[in-house]
């Protein structure tokens, strides 16, 4: 209990000296506020001062695996058919180009590393490069929340990067969830072994079954009380659900996020009721993270270091070549591609995913390179798109 | 029909979850925790069809989820969710401390205080006198334990048998928008009384120690000091936490959905380990935040609370109705009738005794009805008891668990028809009510 105690007390008083400092400086300098929160976990963790045990932490992991869930609804939620349907089909086609080229290269080079350099088994060095790939993948969206409030909204590049950055998280949490099914085992009480495609359907129809429960439960309800009654109700349902079968709760509340942002009533009342606990959740998050990280293994690292070192130059080097190859150079520029290198808060949480479930190898590896990547790039993420935009 | 299919789906996709994965993983009391926020909220709305109280029908899901009937509920799960009972007796105490308005405690305090002393009084001493003559009946009292036992073991049953649930009433209140005099004052009585019960309680346990020293896990602080420290220290505690958390209103005012949380837990867990009264610390930052913050932001963080308090209560609600036994209920029904009988004998009477003091006809008349349910704190001051006496605790606490669940199935029936009788049922606007407490 004194532990809890401690605990409850410091990152409370962390959180507030955080908030109050840090945010200062973010609205004057145009930093994104994040990191910070992040580094404060690390200097809490097992690794530094030990204020959060590893057995602490593991009793706030059903807490943890929550927040993960709620992550994924709020971004499923963006997904809104009618405004996909509107976007022009180049937006995709760049975005698509893009995120091919950085899971390549990533994903390439960290599988060369692991199974020539450090001499991963081919199976394992495969599965870590996947992982590595499909983490790397999302971008953050810190700088669009900065930019959109202005003028700029209209701009290319901040249209460009909207669509990418939406994509790139549907694409990443898919692949993960994927993953998840490909190593899955069956419970022995089944009468057949169950195919990876069946986990995957599975995933998605615990996202389904929650759609359909909330829309069951809420009808025409209106008052946002008993909306977000509803919706804790099944994101906690569907979160559960999908961890304990040792699925991806990200994506399976993605796909109920999906449902909830193209429903026809009460889309605003949801989407308020949802977006309601978004910080919180994600900073007591990002606190959780810093608190997971570990120091790779030395045999690791330099795994982590060529990801590190690729997923930037991947990101420049893919955006420029899908602009060029779509012909839209002239309108992005070639260095585009830099406005995705902040690596964005939802990377880390499909690492916490990805290293929670422990059903994939190297967990503290992929984990520890996102948290280090996030660390790197995420704080200038709202300056670097201003300065794609100017210097294009 | 929609709540029946929205169960229907809930049990099957239960059912299919348990048999994909693997048993006993530790994200099962995570879906465990969604699955009663969904079912019991549903069986509530079912229940409130019928006209009966959205409460009874959280206690009945839990009861037939559980693991005495469906096993949805496993009791491992039950086990692993208790922090929620926790984090909702806390929640409950900041709330009900957090209600309690200064200028209306003084506007009304004559009427409350007579009227609340009145209805403790005649119920202590009445049923304290019960336990004490026919205590042979009652499997917490041995034949052999001596006078000193008895007392012991009579004050410590009557301490808690007159405690109210301002969970219960702030759900009616809120359930029905009734607005009026029975209203107003039942709300101050049960919340005043919380004040008064908890320091009740306290002695009791303290005069308990000596006379009957405890063999349990809270078999420390027996001395005055101890006692005292634990009454003036949760104030001290308490006051400090609400000046805190007005501070925090006051300068920040962000994340306030979350802070609400982490401060009831904050309160609760800083109250045990500083030793002092859980529930009373509570409810004094809850009075301290409220009545120190400017009326508006006051009312939003209260709003964020019973915001954050409404999943956590359905489902310490339907918690509370999977400990329910129903053997044992059956069993012990010869003592448990007639101790809810003589409870609320001495409510009706100590109410009227009370209204007549007061001058307050109308409340002495009605009040006593919206007095009789008993849920969250009674629960837990029994569960101190079991901790403390281990054997004959224990023994206490279930026979509790009987007198609970018939005064959790009849207080919010009996307070319906008070309020309807008093004509003041409907009487504020949609608008004025919050869904956070209207269960």
Known sequence: ?392 | MRRLIVLLILLGASALVRLLGEPGSGAQWLMTFGFLILGAYSVGELVSRIGLPKIIGYLAAGFVFGPRVLGVVTSDAAHRLAPVSGLAIALIAFLAGAELRWSEVRSRGPTIAKLLGAEITVTFVLLAGATALFGDALPFIRASGGLAELAAFSLLFASIAVVHSPAVTMALLSETRAEGPVARTTLGVVLVSDVAVVLLFSGALALARVLAPPSGLDATGSTVGAVIWEIAGAAIVGAALGALVALYLRFLKQELFLFALVMAFLGSLLARALHVEVLLTLLTAGFVAENVSPREIGDGFRHAMERAATPVFVVFFALAGAELSPASIAASWTFVIPIVVLRIVGIRVGTWLGGRWASAPVEGRYVWMGLVSQAGVAIGLASAVAQAYPERGVAMRDVFFAVIAVNELLGPILFRVGLTRAGEIGALPQSETTEAVAH
């Not at chain 1, 004194?2 to 409850?8: G, K, M």
């Not at chain 1, 899955?184 to 057949?192: G, K, M, Q």
């Open chain 1, 1 to 392: 209990m004194r532990d809890s105690l401690l605990l409850l007390a410091v990152v409370v008083g962390s959180y507030l000296a955080a908030h109050v400092i840090f945010e200062r400086f973010a609205k004057r300098f145009a930093l994104v506020s994040g990191a910070e929160y992040l580094v404060l976990g690390v200097v809490l963790g097992p690794q530094a001062t030990g204020v959060l045990t590893p057995d602490t932490i593991e009793s706030f992991q059903p807490l943890i695996t929550l927040g993960l869930g709620w992550i994924g609804a709020l971004v499923g939620a963006r997904f809104v058919l009618s405004v996909l349907v509107r976007t022009p089909a180049i937006r995709y086609r760049i975005a698509i180009s893009e995120a091919a080229v950085t899971m390549v290269a990533t994903g390439g080079c960290a599988y060369l590393v692991g199974a020539r350099l450090v001499g991963l088994p081919d199976e394992i060095a495969l599965l870590v490069a996947a992982g590595l790939a499909l983490t790397s993948l999302p971008a953050s969206s810190a700088g669009l929340e900065v930019v959109e409030q202005g003028t700029a909204a209209r701009d290319p590049v901040v249209r460009q990067v909207s669509v990418s950055t939406q994509m790139l998280a549907g694409i990443a949490s898919a692949g993960l969830a994927l993953l998840f099914a490909l190593v899955h085992d069956s419970p022995t009480s089944l009468p057949r072994r169950l195919v990876p495609t069946e986990w995957f359907v599975v995933t998605i129809a615990i996202g389904l079954v929650g759609g359909l429960l909330f829309h069951l439960f809420v009808g025409d309800e209106r008052k946002a009380d008993r909306v977000f009654v509803s919706l804790a109700g099944v994101i906690v349902l569907v979160s559960g659900a999908a961890s304990s079968l040792r699925l991806s709760p990200v994506f399976a509340a993605m796909v109920f996020g999906v449902i909830l942002g193209n429903s026809r009533t009460n889309r605003t009342v949801m989407l308020t009721a949802l977006a309601r606990v978004e910080r919180p959740f994600y900073f007591a998050l990002l606190i959780f993270a810093g608190a997971l990280w570990e120091v790779p293994a030395p045999a690791a690292l330099p795994i982590a270091a060529a990801v590190l070192l690729v997923r930037p130059l991947a990101r420049v080097g893919g955006g420029g070549l899908a602009a060029r190859a779509n012909a839209a150079v002239d309108e992005l520029g070639p260095g585009w591609g830099r406005a995705l290198i902040g690596h964005g808060g939802f990377a880390l949480i499909l690492a916490m995913d990805y290293l929670l479930q422990g059903t994939l190898p190297e967990g503290g590896l992929v984990f520890a390179t996102v948290v280090g990547s996030m660390i790197l790039t995420d704080v200038g993420s709202v300056r670097v798109l201003q300065s794609v935009r100017v210097f294009r």
